[in-house]
């Protein structure tokens, strides 16, 4: 079996070096720059504690035309940089390659029969692309970064939700949860993908670009009272469209908070892609949950400065 990780950073790496570890498939990866160099010097590298995971690695390229016809696609990019990848990955996608975007955030897909979203995908450009029909949802929920180019810091946590798009169960789901099962991850193959997507949506939308504007980690946002009632206030309208959509929220947003409390003082995923000035994942993040909310005719004013507010700290920066 031969996969290919498109985007070889802190997931994408910590899902190839996994994948490669395990045995049993061929682990190519497309990249670029620094990355790709420590990829093709090193192969496949992942650190746990003070264990150094390491793996062969088929085959690197920053051509997909090079790694030619796949049977599984992971697509590990930040939202950002998806345009410019899946007008490139084309080489790697045959008539029965299934790809599993492992990424942050609404998918481009997620609008389904209702179109596309403006918001993650102008013009249906990605749909355009990448062929529903060989989607296969993910979500991920797991800790990791990256120490260097090439090099993987994992945390915490080995969760991964799989999925149909449309619902249900199917053969291809279940090849691709096992091969990841057999990979160490702790894997749920789930009939309902769409709302595994928004109850982490629902669970991180306020904190990460909270955290990006104010530079706090998590416990302090969380004890600052009017900061915690502004983000409940969030959730309850991201949970409202939930509703609409067949992704009804049975918890509530301050059962929500004591989970993330648990969590500690951390850094979360925005904060950090501020302080090492990366574009941040916002339009997947927060303009879609605005955008959806739009469309189902749920009013969204503490979403809406949320984005604004975010939106204009990156645009300032250079890092929207």
Not at 20 to 25: K, L, S, Y
Not at 57 to 69: E, K, R, T
Not at 150 to 157: A, D, E, I, P
Request: aromatic share 4%; charged share 20%.
């Amino acid at each position: 079996m031969k996969v290919c990780i498109v985007g070889a950073g802190a997931i994408g790496g910590f899902i190839g070096t996994r994948l490669a570890a395990a045995g049993g498939v061929q682990v190519s990866a497309l990249a670029r720059g620094a990355t790709l160099d420590a990829l093709r010097i090193h192969g496949w590298r992942l650190r746990e504690g003070d264990a150094l995971l390491t793996a062969p690695l088929a085959q690197a390229s920053d051509s997909a035309a090079d790694l030619g016809v796949q049977d599984l696609v992971v697509i590990a990019v930040k939202g950002p940089a998806l345009g410019a990848i899946a007008a490139a990955i084309g080489p790697l996608i045959g008539e029965r390659t299934v790809v599993l975007p492992a990424m942050n955030g609404v998918p481009w897909w997620f609008g389904g029969s209702t179109g596309p979203l403006d918001s993650v995908d102008p013009g249906g450009r990605i749909a355009a692309a990448i062929p529903y029909g060989q989607v296969l949802g993910c979500v991920v929920h797991a800790s990791t970064s990256q120490a260097e180019p090439g090099l993987v810091q994992h945390r915490m946590g080995k969760g991964l939700i799989v999925g149909e798009p449309e619902g249900g169960e199917s053969a291809r789901a279940r090849v691709v949860a096992g091969l990841l099962s057999d990979a160490g991850f702790e894997v749920t193959l789930s009939p309902r993908i769409r709302y595994d997507i928004w109850y982490k949506l629902w669970g991180n939308m306020t904190i990460n670009p909270v955290s990006a504007i104010t530079g706090a980690t998590a416990d302090r946002l969380l004890d600052d009272p009017l900061v915690s009632a502004f983000c409940i206030a969030a959730m309850r309208e991201a949970a409202a469209i939930g509703e609409r959509i067949g992704c009804a929220i049975s918890e509530t947003p301050e059962d929500r908070q004591l989970v993330t409390r648990k969590l500690g003082a951390f850094k979360t995923s925005m904060l950090q892609d501020v302080e090492a000035g990366r574009p941040i994942e916002l339009d997947s993040i927060v303009a879609a949950a605005r955008e959806i909310g739009q469309r189902v005719g749920v009013a969204t004013p503490n979403i809406d400065a949320l984005l604004g507010l975010t939106r204009l700290f990156a645009q300032v920066r250079g890092l929207y």
